[in-house]
């Protein structure tokens, strides 16, 4: 993948994390709500690994 297309995702999941997070109850939370969390959390540092590789492979490349 390009740079862009993984910061376009890295922004995706970021903002899916960020409506996980809001629709998240005070209180009890709901199994499913507790897995939409997670994997939201799960995607988002997917992406940001993802996106440190590609930075890292543009460096060695010089």
């Known amino acids: ?4 297309t993984l910061l376009a995702r890295r ?6 994390l ?3 997070r809001a629709a998240m109850p ?5 199994p499913w709500q507790l897995e939409r969390l997670e994997r939201a959390e ?3 540092a997917e992406a940001e690994r993802l996106l440190a590789q590609c930075a890292q492979e543009a460096s060695d490349a010089k």
């Not at 993948?1 to 862009?4: A, C, K, N, S």
């Not at 922004?11 to 899916?16: D, L, T």
Request: glycine share 0%; hydrophobic share 35%; charged share 40%.
């Open 26 to 30: 005070f209180h009890s939370a709901r």
């Open 18 to 20: 960020a409506e996980a």
């Open 1 to 4: 993948m390009d740079r862009q």
């Open 42 to 44: 799960e995607e988002l």
């Open 11 to 16: 922004e995706q999941c970021a903002q899916e």
